[in-house]
């Protein structure tokens, strides 16, 4: 499937979700792309995502 349509469906279903749950995924995103930020290489990103896993995060809030 191509990138296009695969972040159609995603933001269709997104749109579906109940409010606390939109906010959950967002959350959740927007912790991965600070992540992604601050990586210089695959493996940095990994190390991070560890040790600031945004699913512990979320899990605590």
Known sequence: M???????????????LPENKKRLYQFI????????????TSEEYLQLFTA???YEIASRQ
Not at 2 to 16: A, C, G, P, T
Not at 29 to 40: A, C, G
């Open 29 to 40: 995103i927007d912790m991965e792309d600070r992540l992604v930020e601050k990586s210089n």
């Open 2 to 16: 191509n990138d296009q349509l695969m972040e159609l469906l995603l933001k269709s279903e997104v749109r579906k």
């Open 52 to 54: 600031y896993s945004p």
